[in-house]
């Protein structure tokens, strides 16, 4: 099962590395980490995206939570949440089927951020199923070139307070 | 309110040293801690120059182990603090409370492959519970009281302090730290009262439960209350080999050590009781055997203060998040008391018939014989050190500890070379206790040059090599399932007796038990170091034993085989 986890951390050199080995050393599983500046100077939101059993996640919660410069751990997959990833995907096209893609990736909010001779470069947020899709839409023009950025999320609606 | 005194970073780091309390470290000199080392000489706290870093931090760990304290170690940079990662990753391992002080090239040579620059945060990021890189003199003060609190408090282990030599020679004001507050670092200690009316309650219920303590009750300082409890209650007690010395060993309620080297009692009553209380322990492999068939009948409760050991190997049914002490204390007051009548005889039964024993020959000083009679002489009032292998098993076997912290051995890692420089650090700390360190041939010679450190500041620890002139252990191990093909097991070694006379300490030998019984005699009376080289059976094993992978009920090597 995917699991997907916001952990609060202090903003230092390192603390990448920290977690990463963590997960690396302990054979945890890292499907996607985003790191980004939270609300608060000084921390770091990461969210992480893993995948194992309950007893895999309980261990992965309690060994980040270990760590000294972890704040706080969620886990929020079955909360209320929302979870975004960037995906830019470079697709082949020409003056032909130009205007089909963009017929394709209209209903997905997507948008064209480069046109080349021989290629368009298309930009679209959203939850990974969406940009699954997508890109599985696109397979058959010829896909060169993928970059996403993984899963960063945040629940809906409740103030998360910290200790 | 006056200014702050101006300080170099080496000044600080040994002004915040003492403020912790710190009189004794240990360590070895060299290019990146020359500032540091400088201001050590005329600064009032001892230092102990070993002859390795290996050994500098083994003897660390010997001074936290025999006293609760932190233990302190300095060395370089690069080769000097590599040289520490065994004792770090030890230390780690058994929970020990260390500050690990590094020096490092200056900042405007890091991550330029400079001369003896290792990345020390980096290798050691796994096998510290926290590591900080200096980089501006004024953090030292906090720097270092935060790591003696987080060494010390929770689950105790090693925290490293790298500091770049221009750091230590760096000029700032010095503003002294008292107070400490890490907002990622709250441990649990005192326990829910949920889980202790839940535990009680289980307790009463159960017909034959067993306390299963470990090292935590000892790094708790916990012993009297785990004694009170298990009396009060009349539950059978088993120990890991890391909290051999928290029971009383001639207790009734004394099972034994529990798992691959375990007794028949302890094992047999672990598989058949139906409520396991785990206390300060973490369901290591070579407790556990075979995971399926531990303990398999038993309802488990688990106390530990790291909420990251309940249910990482084991499921656990009650988990308690907390200080063992305090958690037993909540227990004494509930004062459950099981229905265990029956099964206090079942398992004093086990006891009596299947007791830890060895065959005596004419003329042949066994291995065991030797642990019997340093028991004897000593009546187990003794600190006993030991390095790790057969002896290490024997001495768990034989060598009955009196009290908590008096039985220091290398459990998580199996660190051969600990012992020896464990036993200098805690003679160091406790200097009016007798000091032993029981050795194995081949681990002894993996420390051996601290013979002259020992022999320099006479520190009167007495090294009894248990030598089967074989790497023991695995010659067993070679014996039972690689079909007696000792590939590299048969070590080579020195004169041992010569070996110690060179580097000024006293040596012996005993080939017979009359010898053996003498020579103890000899070494316990002497003033200083003593080295007795025991030259004992060589193809003995250690019995009983659970092969690896299997269950915990499936021993082999002992009289119910027969």
Same mark, same amino acid.
């Given at each position: 099962m995917r699991h997907t986890l916001s952990v609060l951390v202090n903003d230092q050199p390192g603390v990448l590395a920290r977690i990463a080995g963590l997960f690396s050393r302990r054979g945890f599983n890292i499907e996607s980490l985003t790191v980004g500046s939270s609300e608060e100077p000084g921390l770091s939101r990461m969210t992480i995206t893993t995948t194992g059993d309950e007893a895999t996640l309980e261990q992965v919660m309690k060994q980040l939570h270990k760590l000294v410069d972890v704040i706080k751990v969620q886990d929020i997959t079955s909360d209320p949440m929302v979870?975004? +990833?960037?995906?830019?995907? %470079?697709?082949?096209?020409?003056?032909? &089927?130009?205007?089909?893609? #963009?017929?394709?990736? =209209?209903?997905?909010?997507?948008?064209?951020?480069?046109?080349?001779?021989t290629s368009l470069i298309i930009q679209v947020t959203g939850d990974r199923d969406k940009n699954d899709a997508l890109i599985e839409l696109l397979k058959p023009y010829g896909v060169k070139e993928i970059a996403r950025t993984g899963i960063t999320a945040l629940v809906r609606g409740q103030v998360v307070r910290m200790k | 309110m006056s200014e702050p005194a101006m300080m170099t970073g080496a000044q600080m780091l040994v002004e915040c040293l003492k403020q912790e309390g710190v009189d004794l470290i240990f360590g070895y000199p060299g290019g990146a801690v020359l500032p540091? $080392?400088?201001?050590? $000489?005329?600064?009032?706290?001892? @230092?102990?120059?070993?002859? @390795?870093e290996q050994g500098a931090i083994h003897a660390a760990q010997g001074y936290a182990r025999a006293t609760g304290r932190v233990g302190v170690v300095l060395a370089t940079s690069g080769p000097g603090a590599t040289n520490l990662v065994t004792g770090i990753t030890d230390a780690y391992m058994d929970s020990t409370p260390l500050v690990v002080l590094t020096g490092q090239v200056p900042t405007t040579m890091i991550g330029r492959d400079a001369f003896q620059e290792a990345d020390v945060i980096g290798i050691t990021m796994p096998i510290t519970k926290h590591n900080y890189q200096v980089r501006n003199a004024a953090d030292i003060p906090r720097i270092v009281r935060e790591a003696f609190h987080i060494a010390s408090t929770g689950r105790p282990g090693p925290v490293l302090i790298d500091i770049p030599k221009d750091v230590s020679t760096q000029t700032a004001p010095y503003v002294r730290q008292d107070s400490v507050s890490i907002r990622g670092y709250n441990p649990t200690t005192e326990p829910h009262p949920m889980g202790i009316e839940r535990l009680a309650e289980a307790i009463s219920r159960a017909k034959k439960p067993v306390l299963y303590v470990g090292g935590g009750i000892i790094l708790a300082e916990a012993s009297e209350y785990l004694v009170t409890f298990a009396r009060q209650a009349r539950i059978p007690v088993v120990s890991t080999l890391m909290g051999l010395g928290s029971f009383p060993q001639d207790d009734e309620l004394f099972l034994g050590m529990l798992g691959m080297h375990g007794t028949y009692a302890a094992n047999k009553a672990v598989f058949e009781c139906d409520l396991l209380i785990a206390c300060g322990v973490r369901f290591d492999d070579r407790v556990t055997g075979k995971l399926e068939r531990f303990s398999p009948k038993s309802k488990k409760a688990h106390i530990d203060i790291d909420p990251a050991e309940i249910g990482k190997n084991v499921a656990v049914d009650i988990p308690i998040v907390g200080d063992v002490g305090r958690a037993l204390q909540a227990l004494i007051e509930k004062a459950p008391v099981p229905d265990s009548a029956n099964w206090l005889q079942t398992v004093r039964q086990w006891v009596k018939d299947y007791p830890l024993e060895y065959k005596s020959e004419e003329g042949v000083l066994k291995p065991q014989q030797v642990i019997d009679l340093i028991q004897e002489a000593t009546q187990g009032k003794a600190i006993v050190t030991t390095e790790v292998g057969q002896h290490q098993m024997w001495a768990a076997h034989f060598y009955k500890p009196a009290a908590p912290r008096s039985?220091? &051995?290398?459990? *998580?890692? !199996?660190?051969?070379?600990? !012992?020896?420089?464990?036993?200098? *650090?805690?003679?160091?700390?406790?200097?009016n206790e007798t000091v032993i360190c029981i050795a194995g041939d081949a681990s002894f010679q993996m420390n051996i040059q601290e013979l002259q450190t020992v022999a320099e500041r006479n520190i009167p620890v007495k090294v009894?090599?248990? #030598? #089967? $002139?074989?790497? !023991?252990?695995?010659?067993?191990?070679?014996?039972?399932?690689? +079909?007696?093909? $000792?590939? =590299?097991?048969?070590?080579?070694q020195?004169?041992?007796?010569?070996?110690?006379?060179?580097? *000024?300490?006293?040596?012996?030998?005993? &080939?017979?038990?009359? +010898?053996? %019984?003498?020579?103890?005699q000899i070494a316990l009376a002497h003033p200083g170091p003593v080295l007795v080289d025991f030259s004992v059976a060589e193809e003995e094993n250690v019995f009983p034993m659970v092969p690896p992978?299997?269950?915990n009920d499936e021993m082999v090597g002992g009289r119910w085989e027969d």
């Open positions: 979870a975004r +990833e960037l995906l830019l995907v %470079k697709v082949a096209s020409n003056a032909q &089927t130009r205007t089909e893609i #963009n017929g394709i990736i =209209e209903p997905f909010r997507a948008s064209v951020v480069d046109v080349g001779r | 540091i $080392y400088d201001v050590l $000489y005329d600064a009032g706290i001892e @230092h102990v120059l070993t002859r @390795h039985f220091i &051995t290398s459990g *998580g890692l !199996g660190t051969m070379g600990f !012992g020896f420089p464990a036993a200098m *650090g805690a003679q160091l700390a406790r200097p009894m090599i248990i #030598n #089967n $002139y074989y790497l !023991g252990m695995v010659r067993q191990w070679q014996e039972l399932f690689y +079909e007696k093909r $000792y590939s =590299e097991s048969a070590i080579g020195p004169d041992f007796v010569k070996v110690a006379e060179a580097f *000024g300490v006293k040596g012996m030998r005993a &080939t017979t038990p009359e +010898e053996a %019984k003498e020579a103890i992978g299997a269950g």
